[in-house]
């Protein structure tokens, strides 16, 4: 959530018991998590897998020193290197998604606490100005969001790469700060990207769990229109979400977008700046220790970008 800015007060916390999600979700969105409908209806816990979780320390190395529970889950030492390595990843070129170019938006940047000023400047999101970026959020143990953004980021340019796609990152901690939202958007408009996802893990309220998938509300006002982007938004996000569940076993928010997963947002600068097909992700509340046991550990990671990797193959491929 810390790109939201300051002013932002999330909803409160509505802990919702998983019978009623389930029918409520049902009622709702029949096709958009009918993976989460399945595994809400065979009482699966994969979402809770990190219960007991609450010691994971994991202070800025995902590797080291998981919980328990946790452990057997954990990104094994130099895997987040690997990932990294524009050589472990096959070339674009083959594949179903041969000339397709998906742009990965890393939310956040690890530098952006050394350049305070830099990123608290104000810019133009065509509706209101806002900061230029923010710092993200963290683990009560430190697991920097800006590190989770760019980890998640960096396996699914692997996985898509491999699908064909040419994938762009926005960033990849190349920059000393930054880009501001306003580029962000631009970077994928300028890719003619046909697909923009922007990695995210909030920073709510202890109890607050789950995933959520931002879509782009209609906007039109100053260099801002989403007209055109609204429809193809929404298909992609669901998608995503859809696949999320699927793979990670995660529920949907249980305290935003009343269990759907999905919310629409006409406030965020690079989604209403973008031309793409585009939608934000918030993968998990880094301040739930709970959540927080999924979000530092390497192999839930891995189902993350999977989910959400495929999520977007599925809507590249209609
Ligand atoms: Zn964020």
Redesign the pocket.
């Given at each position: 959530?810390?790109?939201t800015g300051p002013g932002f007060d999330p909803p409160q916390p509505r802990r919702s018991r998983r019978g009623p999600l389930t029918v409520a979700l049902a009622a709702l969105v029949p096709g958009a998590l009918l993976g989460w409908a399945v595994y809400a209806a065979v009482g699966g816990s994969g979402g809770d897998e990190g219960s007991g979780g609450a010691s994971a320390s994991a202070s800025g190395t995902p590797s080291a020193g998981a919980s328990p529970s946790a452990g057997a889950d954990d990104t094994k030492p130099g895997a987040s290197a690997s990932a990294k390595s524009p050589s472990a990843s096959a070339p674009a070129g083959s594949g179903p998604l041969k000339g397709k170019v998906v742009v990965i938006d890393p939310?956040?940047n690890p530098g952006n606490f050394r350049h305070t000023a830099d990123i608290n400047r104000q810019v133009d999101i065509g509706t209101n100005r806002k900061e230029c970026d923010?710092t993200?959020?963290a683990t009560n143990d430190g697991y920097a969001?800006a590190e989770f953004?760019l980890d998640v980021a960096h396996r699914m340019r692997t996985l898509l790469e491999r699908q064909g796609a040419t994938v762009k990152l926005t960033q990849d901690a190349d920059r000393p700060f930054g880009p501001c939202v306003d580029e962000r958007a631009r970077i994928g408009n300028k890719a003619k990207a046909d697909a923009v996802v922007s990695i995210?893990?909030?920073?709510s309220g202890t109890g607050n769990r789950g995933f959520h998938v931002i879509l782009p509300g209609a906007v039109h006002s100053g260099a801002a229109d989403t007209r055109a982007i609204v429809e193809p938004s929404g298909d992609l996000g669901e998608r995503i979400a859809g696949n999320f569940v699927r793979a990670t076993g995660s529920a949907p928010s249980n305290y935003i977008g009343g269990g759907t997963g999905l919310v629409t947002r006409e406030d965020l600068g690079g989604l209403n700046l973008s031309t793409v097909p585009k939608v934000f992700i918030?993968c998990g509340n880094m301040r739930d220790s709970k959540d927080a046991a999924l979000l530092t550990s390497g192999a839930w990671r891995q189902k993350a970008a999977q989910g959400i990797s495929d999520g977007i193959v599925g809507f590249l491929r209609g």
């Open positions: 959530m810390s790109y939310g956040h923010t993200g959020t969001e953004t995210h893990a909030d920073g918030e």
